[in-house]
C-alpha cells in the first residue's frame, strides 16, 4: 500500500488526496444534522472537485465551478436558509450572541472550536494540496501538456453547440419565471385582477 | 499524455454520485435533498470533464457548463418551491406532502 503510494506521481497524489476531501466533504453533507454546517461542507465538496478539475487539465471548468456552483449557487441556499430562519431546532451549537454556546454543558471555547473544525480542516488541506500545485514545477509540467484551455471550450460552445447554448438559455429563463412565481409573497399580483373584477 | 486513469476519474464520480444518491432517498428534510441532488449533478460533472481529459476533447467541458446551467435552474426552482412549502405547511418535511389535495 505504501510503495504504492511512494510510485505515484506528484499530480496523481494530489489529485486522490483531493478526490478523497471531496468524498469526505460529501459524506458530511448527505449525513449532517445543521443545515448550515451542511451547507459549508457542500462548499469544500465543491472547492475539492474544482481542484480535481483543475488536476485534470481543465482550468476552465475549475473556475466556473468556484464561481457559479460554490459562489452563486451556494449564496441561493444561504439565502433560502435565511429565509426559512432555520434558528430554532437546526442551531443547537450554534453561537449566541454573548459568545458561549447552546448544547454544552459549560460553553467552554472547545465546544466552540469542535464546530469550526471539520470544514476548516479540509478547507486547509486543499489550499495546502492548491499551493502545492501551483508552485511544484513538476506537476505543472505535467500539466501544460494536457490542458484545454477557455479558448477551445468557446469555439466549441459557439460552434456546433450553439443550439445547445439556446437552450440552456431558454432552461434558464424558465427557472427565473417559475422562481419569482412560486417565491413571490402570498397576493401580489392580484389586485390588479381584483381591480378589473370589481369595475367590469 | 495521460496522467489520470479516466477509470479512476469514473470511480470518483460514482462514489460521489452513490453519496449523493443516498442522501435523497434517505433524507427528510426537503433542503438536504436539495443539497444532495446538488452533489450528485457535480458527480456527473466530474465524469464529464474526465472523459473530456482523457480524449482531449473540449466536448466535455462544453457538457458540464450545460449541466452547470441545469444546476442553477433547478436550484432556483428548488428553492422556490421550498419556500412556499415552508409557507403552506410550516415545515420542510416531505412527508407532509404526501397528501394529495388543494
Known sequence: MISTFMEL??????????????????????????????????????????????????????????????????????????????????????????????????????????????????????????????????????????????????ILLYGPYLLAVEIASFLLLAGLIGGYHFAKPEGVGLERKKDIGEHG | MITIPLSHVLILASILFVIGFVGVITRKNTLFILMSLEVMLNAVGVAFIGAGSAWQQADGQVMFILILTLAAAEVALGLALLIQMQRRFKSLDIDKLSKLKG
Open chain 1, 9 to 154: 506521481n506528484p499530480l496523481q497524489l494530489t489529485f486522490y488526496s483531493a478526490a478523497l476531501l471531496a468524498i469526505v466533504a460529501s459524506l458530511k453533507v448527505v449525513t449532517g444534522k445543521n443545515t448550515v454546517h451542511a451547507l459549508l461542507y457542500l462548499v469544500v465538496s465543491l472547492l475539492a472537485v474544482a481542484v480535481c478539475f483543475y488536476l485534470m487539465g481543465a482550468p476552465f471548468a475549475a473556475g466556473l465551478e468556484v464561481i457559479v456552483y460554490a459562489g452563486a449557487i451556494l449564496v441561493l441556499f444561504v439565502f433560502a436558509i435565511m429565509m426559512f430562519g432555520l434558528g430554532q431546532d437546526e442551531t443547537l451549537h450554534a453561537p449566541s450572541v454573548d459568545g458561549r454556546v447552546y448544547g454544552s454543558i459549560d460553553g467552554s471555547k472547545a465546544n466552540k472550536f469542535n464546530l469550526w473544525f471539520g470544514p476548516f480542516l479540509l478547507a486547509l488541506l486543499l489550499l495546502l494540496e492548491l499551493v502545492y500545485a501551483i508552485s511544484s514545477s513538476e506537476v505543472q509540467a505535467k500539466l501544460t501538456s494536457h490542458t484545454i484551455d477557455a479558448k477551445q471550450v468557446g
